[in-house]
């Protein structure tokens, strides 16, 4: 039975596509590659199947991706076994033209930004609706230690967010991360310099992780719309 996707599937399927052409001449005999986490990197591992006959080894940013790799016979390492990781391929929740991004809106932002910190390069694969002028419009995730909960919340506050405790689907229990933290969304922070927010939010006690990569941001974008697939550095 085949399944039709959506237009917005259709967008993130062509930058997957577009990825895999693009990581393909890199592949050497040693060479890891990081796989992140989402719907736009769920679409990016199952074209990268196709060729797993090319490729050495992955790292993955969450259990729920390196299931799905081996699912296809693609092996996962764990970062700590691997010399370096060549490339890292990942989505987002907002980018903006300095390819600075908003994500773990799947849950997966520390993990993803240790791998993003490994990799020589990072490439973002996104479709056109999370292009933005002003990051801030997605909540941001931040990543808590469980009992530094109303700590951290407060301290968000002062910033002049509104944290909101992630739950799980029926809602009554709190949503917890790999690493077994919860996760705070963030609404109507007010982003004007991405990497100074970055900053001070990593800066409050109890803080695992923020969804900002700003310190870190992409160094490639490629960027799915109605008028096709095109590429993006940093302006």
Do not use: W
């Not at 490439?123 to 292009?131: A, N, Q, T, Y």
């Not at 919860?182 to 923020?210: A, R």
Request: aromatic letters at 4%.
């Amino acid at each position: 039975m085949t399944t039709t996707l959506s237009p917005q599937d259709q967008l993130k399927q062509a930058v997957a596509r577009t990825a895999v052409e693009y990581i393909l001449p890199r592949l050497k005999d040693d060479v890891i590659i990081g796989i992140g986490t989402g719907s736009t990197a769920n679409f990016f591992i199952d074209q990268l199947a196709e060729h797993k006959g090319k490729i050495h080894g992955t790292v993955a940013s969450s259990e729920a991706s390196a299931k799905r790799l081996k699912s296809h016979g693609i092996p996962v390492y764990d970062l700590n076994s691997v010399d370096s990781v060549a490339v890292y391929i990942d989505g987002a929740d907002e980018t903006n033209d300095r390819l600075e991004l908003i994500k773990g809106g799947g849950g997966a932002l520390t993990r993803e930004k240790i791998v993003a910190a490994a990799a020589r390069e990072f490439v973002c694969i996104v479709d056109d609706s999370k292009l933005v002028k002003k990051l801030g419009g997605f909540p941001l995730p931040v990543e808590v230690i469980p009992m530094a909960r109303s700590h951290v919340a407060r301290q968000l506050a002062k910033l002049g967010g509104q944290p909101i405790l992630r739950t799980k689907t029926n809602g009554d229990e709190p949503y917890l991360t790999d690493n077994g933290n919860v996760i705070l969304d963030v609404h109507n922070l007010n982003i004007t310099v991405p990497c100074q927010m970055e900053e001070k939010i990593n800066n409050i006690t109890g803080v695992v992780c923020n969804g900002l990569f700003a310190l870190r941001p992409a160094d490639l974008l490629i960027v799915g719309s109605k008028a096709g697939v095109k590429t993006m550095t940093a302006k």
